[in-house]
């Protein structure tokens, strides 16, 4: 209700009825807008159904004289939204100018037989919309009449069915397709085992011609296979202008550019196309002129060539069912081309692969899975000496001499498991000779059954090279062992070296003297030796032609030549030798020959003063045997003589002494020789120094060089006597001592 909170009074009767009313009329009004809204919604819901649908409606009154058409009818009959009202006179007029010529008069039949009481109103027809496009209509309508029996209106449906009928057509095309394919695919079908029973790819084209001419029905047919690297096309078989099958293998043809064969080569794909063009035969020249086909010999990947077909002879233009049977021909024709090239090649590769086994140096042999010979090459017949045929079926325990029990069932537990088995073997000929081989097994697996193949090698040839090439290796080890010995024996150290100085070979002395100047050349590489770089003892020494190297009180001497037995440095000989002993000898001996200068001058002045002192001895002895010498006087030359004799001893000493200057070791017995010495150190040491001599009885033999011991004792006499400035005591013992080997000969 209403009120009003501001200002309250009391409200009349009559204010009270009016503002009811006014509550009633405007509750009604907003139903009335609320339901009109509703229906518009749905008028527009049906408008748009329509529109999608393609489903429209028209409206005549009889009474009114006009009709009434939707937004979708107008649309269907390609009018304006704004025609949408006619006059029915003008309407009928309007309406069969849009309806198709063919079909105006079975709409105005329907329409005439519905408005006398004939059987409802419902048409299909075909409506020119003004742009020229056609639709496909179907129309309904029901007749409305008065109680007299006039016709009030007619209300009706329509709907554009073109796509329906297109699809109707399309299905309808397909099954006719369908059957032609199928009557086509038994024709094929049977064309397929025809060619299927071809021998070669040559008899496959030759009969594939005659076929395309009966039954596929074409004048005149031609195979032409693809060379992509020369853009040419070879001829093969074909069906001339008589009728006659013509070989046409030599021929070649330029596909290059445009053209009918260069187009559907580009395609690479199962397509046949069909021209008008002048018909040529296979020498180029024309025949006549009509419709030419080619279709592509597709065998599933790529176009190996075409076929051509004319219908010179009948002039009738080539259909399309016909150019399909064409290209289901041709693809059908490259399937089994290449499948019986395939085959061509197989057998040709198994007659070069027979003939591959049976050309081998080596004996093939073919085995089931129990070792039984399934097949064999020629040469397993020549080396064993069966026939193929008594080699078929035989077990290898015939022929082979290892083929026992436990080793077969090891091998056929290895070759079970996949396993490729190499051995050495024997084998036994037919004549009953041994010859060994070498043995190899492959496993493989066909059609589920395991199967070998065995390769024997005859090793006769490499057995005795093996045995000649060790005989040979023995040689050479002991020759290798004699060159040792020869460096063994050597007395000098020998060092082979690699180019990258890696010790490879030493002798005994060798070892010992590195174990001196390279203490770590165990490694097998020399760096140094003693004070000196590897790199200098390889150069030439700086005078002379040995290095000198100098180390713990030794001298040694290298020298180092290059090994040249090819154009390159194959490495070095590096010979080392003590030569400290050596040395000191010529020390000695350069002692001694200043020694034996001395000795040659002081034999020089002996001789000269021995003859002085014959001189006084004889005329001493002159004088002494003269009568009248007084008795001192006879004393005294008899003291001269004494002292002369003395004096000649002495000489004599000093020229012993003086020829004593080369070392000769010679047997020497030191007693007596002791006794000497001691006599000629009395009277030349002082007089204050007695000398005594002390021995047994026993022999003093000894190798060695007099000069040497006599020149030993006389040093230490001399050593002594400095010892002893007062004077004193010198003994000289003779005794037996025991020393070990290596010291006696250090001495």
Known sequence: GLHQCSHPRVWTQEEERLLQEIGRRLADSLTSLLSYRTLRQSEQRLEEAERIA???????DYEENRIALSDEACRIFGISLVERDFVLSDWHERWQQLIHPEDRANASQAAE?????????????RVIQPGGELRVIQSQGDVTWDDAGRPLRMFGTMQDITELRQVEAELRRSREAALQFSQRLGLLHEVANQLSLAESADDLCRLAVQLARSPLGFDRASIWFTDPQQDTLHGSFGIDENGELRDERNVTSNYVGSGLSGFLLAQNESRAFVEYRPLLNYLGEQ???????????????????????????????????QLEILRLFATTLGYLL???????????TNVRFRTFVDHATDAFYLHDADGIIVDVNNHACLSLGYSREELIGMSPYTFDEGAERSVMDKIKERLDSGELISLDTSHIRKDGSVFPVELRIRPFWQGGHRMSVSLARDITERKRAQEAQEQLLVQIREHAQQVQNIMDTVPEGVVLLSKDQFVTLTNRVARQYLGLLAPSWENNRLNTLGPFSLNEILTSPPKGLWHEIVMHNLVFEAIARPVENSPHNAGWVLVLRDVTQERDIQNRVQRQDRLAAVGQLAAGIAHDFNNILTVIRLYTQLIARTVDVPGHAAERLHTIEQQTDRATDLIQQILDFSRQSVLERQLLDLLPFMRRLVKLLDRTLPENISVVLNHVDDGFLIRADPSRIQQMLMNLAVNARDAMPDGGKLQVSLTHVQTAEAQALSM
């Open 54 to 60: 393609h489903f429209g409606w028209w409206d005549r």
């Open 113 to 125: 037989v519905a408005m006398q009481g004939g059987p409802r109103y419902d048409v299909e027809y």
């Open 338 to 348: 290449t499948r019986k090239r395939a085959e061509d090649e197989r057998r040709a």
């Open 287 to 321: 025949v006549g002129e009509g419709d030419n086909a080619a279709a592509a010999l597709w065998d599933g990947d790529t176009v190996i060539g075409i076929i051509c077909v004319d219908n010179l002879f009948s002039q009738q233009p080539i259909t399309s069912q």
